[in-house]
């Protein structure tokens, strides 16, 4: 990409704050003489640190037909973050030394946002013995968080050791926190409509039991836990009561939990089919309230890509998943209203403090990395799935007005995204 080393962000707002100019220069926020520098009109636009996601699923290896890692960075960038985190559950898993550092290196092939791979808690995702954790961590990839999201590591004695031995070197294990005993061939969420619709439940206790447990253990073991894509009002409260004890436990909740409820399920459109599910609009207002005092850390958008064949099905067959890497500022925006520095925390800040990365997470001041992003908080835009940079097309958005667009991206100081466009 041939862009110029010197940029001027004209009329910017930072962060809601009175305008100013923003001058880039070799990769971050400068002062000094503008002369030279490519202008970048942000007359009306409020500058953001770049967003980072802490749990992104990009597919690759294994299933490129529903997406790559250039692809899935693609739509990241137009959503305007600067870092993902790639989840395991790849074919192969992410479990090895081996399969970290080829995701690795296929992000930084793409170059739009910086690919920091999430390593697999236990060989295969099975749940039986620890993967290579040391390996991972040490690896060019130097992964510090592991997950087997989609899988519960139910045993805990299993994930005990696991907190222990990340422990070690300042790690986190992020749980998918789901008994599967309670969980058996379970479509949505246990309650009323799943009742009138004759579909077997997910009960709430499910992911509250497994977080209690794992607070517990994390409390004992002194080391650091994250939850993952918490969706209940009891969930809240465990997280509430272990965050008062000063256990050290972060959590997530995701854009369509914070917006949508187990009423779509009365469609039987599978696209509203995931893992937590949609719940009543009782635990979604549970959500946002945690969000905005800081039980819930951090916005995660779960973008889970499917190919047509694993949505386009009876609801029964349907993969659970959506996509979100896209909508998520604006989902958070309209959850959050224009409180930009709450939306900085919970979506750069605290995601990039959780995973360790250094490079992020830093607003757009002199001195700080130029990872940020230009957004029009006054635009408003019909989600349309054909425009979407992503392989795959199902997202539970479709036909939707969200506010906000994302106008612009830099990573270093190179634009990923101009004019609301993928540079490359």
Aim: a negative charge; aromatic letters at 4%.
């Amino acid at each position: 990409m041939n862009a110029p080393h010197k940029y001027l962000i004209k009329g910017v707002s930072v962060l809601g704050r009175p305008k100013t100019d923003l001058l880039i220069q070799d990769g971050v926020v400068a002062e000094g003489d503008a002369k030279g520098a490519e202008v970048v009109d942000a007359d009306g636009l409020v500058a953001l640190p770049g967003l980072v996601d802490l749990h992104t699923h990009l597919r690759e290896p294994g299933r490129e037909d529903a997406e790559t890692v250039e692809s899935g960075s693609r739509a990241a960038a137009l959503g305007g973050y600067t870092a993902v985190c790639a989840m395991a559950n790849t074919s192969p898993v992410a479990d090895t030394a081996g399969v970290v550092e080829q995701v690795y290196r296929l992000g930084r092939e793409a170059g739009l946002v910086d690919v920091q791979p999430i390593g697999a808690v236990t060989v295969g995702l099975a749940g039986e013995r620890l993967a290579e954790l040391g390996a991972m961590a040490t690896s060019a990839a130097a992964v510090r968080i592991f997950s087997d999201d989609g899988h519960c590591v139910s045993d805990p004695k299993l994930m005990r050791r696991a907190l222990e031995y990340v422990k070690a070197f300042g790690g986190v294990i992020a749980q998918h926190a789901e008994e599967p005993r309670l969980t058996e061939g379970a479509q949505m969420h246990e309650g009323e409509v799943a009742t009138r619709l004759g579909l077997t439940g997910w009960p709430a206790v499910a992911e509250e039991a497994i977080i209690a447990r794992d607070v517990l253990l994390a409390e004992h073991v002194g080391s650091r836990l994250h939850v993952c894509h918490v969706s209940t009002a009891g969930s809240v409260e465990v997280l509430r009561h272990a965050k008062a004890r000063g256990v050290r436990v972060t959590a997530e909740v995701t854009p369509h939990h914070l917006l949508l409820t187990d009423e779509r399920a009365t469609s039987y459109d599978p696209v509203f089919k995931v893992n937590p599910p949609l719940r009543p609009a009782s635990d979604v207002e549970a959500l946002r309230k945690a969000l905005k005092d800081g039980v819930i850390d951090i916005v995660a958008t779960d973008h889970a890509p499917h190919a047509v064949e694993d949505k386009e099905c009876e609801w029964a067959y349907a993969r659970p998943g959506m996509l979100g890497l896209e909508t998520a500022l604006s989902i958070t925006l309209s959850v959050l209203g224009e409180d930009w520095d709450l939306i900085a925390e919970r979506m750069s800040r605290a995601p990039a403090r959780i995973a360790g990365l250094d490079g992020h997470g830093h607003d757009p001041v002199p001195g700080a990395p130029a990872n940020l992003t230009l957004v029009d908080p006054a635009a408003r835009r019909v989600v349309d799935p054909a425009e979407s940079a992503s392989r795959s097309r199902n997202t539970p958005y479709a036909g939707m007005t969200l506010p906000g667009r994302v106008v612009a991206t830099f990573l270093r100081g190179t634009p990923t995204v101009l004019d609301g466009k993928a540079v490359k």
